[in-house]
């Protein structure tokens, strides 16, 4: 069973799969909060690949960072209408995640991108969006 569907601005809806938490079994309630915060804040920016699975990095930030991959689908109905599917999270190490960096592929270079264009939301969270520390 999926969870309820939400949305944010602009017709941009979005929700997790059991699946994507059934993955989440080394994560404590904190950082699974800082995750699903930090998929929310750059679901806007995620590019739109309709039926084609897409790869993000982020991290956690902790006394130990902890790196994960998120599995999604966005799909583009009509020119006002998004539907982003969240999958799967799996951890991956940190050179994975620095590669995603270069890439602009991770929840980090969304938010930059975000905030560069003017766009950023303006939400407490738990841990950082993509910011190592006391590595």
């Not at 699946?19 to 929310?40: A, L, N, P, W, Y």
């Not at 750059?42 to 902890?66: C, E, F």
Request: aromatic fraction near 14%; charged fraction near 30%; proline fraction near 2%.
């Amino acid at each position: 069973m999926d969870l309820e569907q939400r949305y944010t601005r602009a017709n941009s809806y979005f929700s997790f799969d059991d699946f994507f938490f059934s993955g989440m079994t080394d994560f404590t309630s904190e950082e699974i909060k800082s995750v699903v915060h930090q998929c929310r804040t750059v679901i806007d920016r995620l590019p739109v690949l309709s039926n084609w699975p897409q790869y993000v990095a982020g991290v956690v930030t902790n006394k130990t960072p902890k790196f994960f991959l998120v599995e999604y689908i966005k799909e583009n109905e009509d020119d006002e209408y998004t539907q982003t599917y969240f999958i799967e999270i799996k951890e991956i190490e940190c050179d994975e995640y620095l590669d995603h960096i270069n890439k602009k592929l991770s929840i980090k270079s969304y938010h930059e991108d975000k905030i560069q264009s003017g766009t950023d939301i303006k939400e407490s969270t738990t841990g950082s969006i993509g910011v190592v520390e006391n590595m």
